[in-house]
């Protein structure tokens, strides 16, 4: 895993040069700079470095005071953890198409699986016979079980076959994949509605999670993404993907601390196996060095 090298690297470069905590102000300009780059957000940046100015005051390490001043703009470490103290759990995949929601979906089960849960599938993207078909795939390789119609069918009715099936075989956990939307597409938004009402009134009692996958190399609109779909449709997670290269990690503090929605996971590579809980501590050791 890369994602933090880039970014890591230029913050050595001035952290290592700071004497006893006396930074120069064309290195004060730098560190602003190289947060702005890092898609942190220009208010959030003014934030952290008049905290980090105050930080200085007391104590003479630049990245420690850095790292505690980072560390203190992100949500509770309780807030990012999936709501699976019932037993089972049922989890909307939301986003727009090209951020990896799919595949995010595959990976959750791999996920589930390695801690000896059951898991269901269920693929409402009906709009797309592609990801029905790369759906079905991956349950094929994961040894778990699909719910399925023909391409162009209504999602709901799918969703519908899933929470019978969730019911009737008792699974731990349901997965529902859904089509790509924007908040501008009325009838998408509608859609995704009824698949929440049935959801709410087949299964009450199972706690649900409505997970936005949002692609992490798009920087800040990544942020405009979770802050409409937050707005339509409510939100309690954001699932950043393709973190294996970029050097635009800083979206992740803006979204928890402008939007308060917590990111839970991050996606690093392709394989089923890159799927990671988010730690805001391993974060920022990373991003520093």
Known sequence: MIWWGKIGKWFNQIVNIASGGRLSDE???????????????????????????????????????LKEVMLSEFMPDDSRKLNTAAGRLKVLFLGVNG??????????????????????LVAADTFRAAAIEQLVEWSNR????????????????????????????NYDVMLIDTAGRMHTKHNLMEEVGKINKILTNQLPDVPQENLLVVDSTIGQNSYNQA????????????????????????????????????????GTGEKLEDLEEFSPSRFVDRILG
């Open 227 to 266: 802050r409409l779909f937050r707005d339509k449709i409510g939100l309690t997670g954001i699932v950043l993907t393709k973190m294996d290269g970029t050097s635009k990690g800083g979206v992740i503090l803006r979204i928890e601390k402008e939007l308060g929605v917590p990111v839970k996971f991050i």
């Open 27 to 65: 290195e004060w300009d730098e560190i602003e700079a190289l947060l702005i780059q890092a898609d942190f957000g220009v208010e959030l940046v003014s934030e952290i470095m008049d905290a980090l100015r105050d930080a200085l005051k007391v104590q003479a390490d630049v990245k420690s005071a």
């Open 99 to 120: 951020t990896g929601k799919t595949t995010t979906v595959a990976k959750m089960a791999n996920y589930f699986k390695g801690v000896g849960r059951s898991v269901l």
């Open 142 to 169: 994961l040894s778990v079980p699909v719910i399925r119609q023909m391409p162009g069918s209504d999602a709901g009715a799918v969703v519908y076959d899933g929470v019978a099936s969730f019911k009737a075989r």
